[in-house]
């Protein structure tokens, strides 16, 4: 097949699931997006709402193109929200952080790891949630890895602004990068609901578990 053949194909396709409303260019513009992001939020602004739209109308052919890549895209339909997976040795495991430990660094599953463990708290009424999001400052995020994890944040502030901006990228948090004190641990942010579906309640039952056992 040509690749004018597939291109022709893929427009045909399109056009009988979203009469015409959603173009190839606009297709290649979602895959692009999952593919350098691995996810669509519909509540981070307005532009990812838009491309979140689309996507939900072609669910079922990008399930198609990524799967041959070997890929997977997860829908959590309530929280508004997909995400890709890239391949790895657990192919049969979907499971958030667990899936995706092999592509990213300590840093980023520890830092993850800590803010679901985080959120879950404000689920439960230990913490306060406003407009499903939680403040934190990053001094409250190392405290939880230490508890967690007996580990801490990156020592220094240039190897957390990295790690901030990792995570801002999958969505997991918010913050003002021209705020006074950028990336020292008295920076506020505020964990995304996304987390929930990025962490897995398995994952975080391990971590519960290691915790208990490092208490005893």
Request: proline share 3%.
């Amino acid at each position: 097949m040509t690749a004018e053949t597939f291109q022709a194909l893929l427009e045909n396709r399109l056009a009988e699931r979203t009469a015409g409303g959603v173009p190839r260019r606009r297709f290649a513009e979602i895959c692009n997006r999952l593919l350098a992001a691995g996810i669509l939020w519909r509540d981070y602004s307005k532009p990812e709402q838009a491309l979140y739209d689309d996507a939900t109308l072609v669910e079922e052919l990008l399930r198609e193109w990524f799967d041959v890549l070997g890929f997977a895209l997860t829908h959590d339909v309530d929280a508004n929200l997909m995400r890709l997976y890239p391949p790895g040795d657990d192919q049969e495991d979907e499971d958030g952080v667990k899936r995706l430990r092999a592509r990213l660094s300590k840093d980023v599953v520890a830092a993850a790891l800590g803010l679901r463990f985080l959120y879950t708290e404000a689920l439960t009424g230990k913490r306060e949630l406003i407009n499903q999001e939680l403040a934190i400052s990053l001094e409250e995020l190392s405290q939880t890895l230490v508890t967690l994890l007996g580990t801490t944040l990156p020592a220094s502030t240039a190897e957390r602004v990295q790690l901030m901006r990792e995570l801002r990228k999958h969505r997991l948090v918010r913050f003002r990068e021209g705020d006074a004190g950028f990336g020292q641990m008295e920076m506020l942010l505020s964990v995304l609901r996304p987390i929930l579906s990025f962490v897995s309640d398995e994952a975080l039952l391990e971590v519960r578990q290691l915790m208990q056992q490092r208490s005893a």
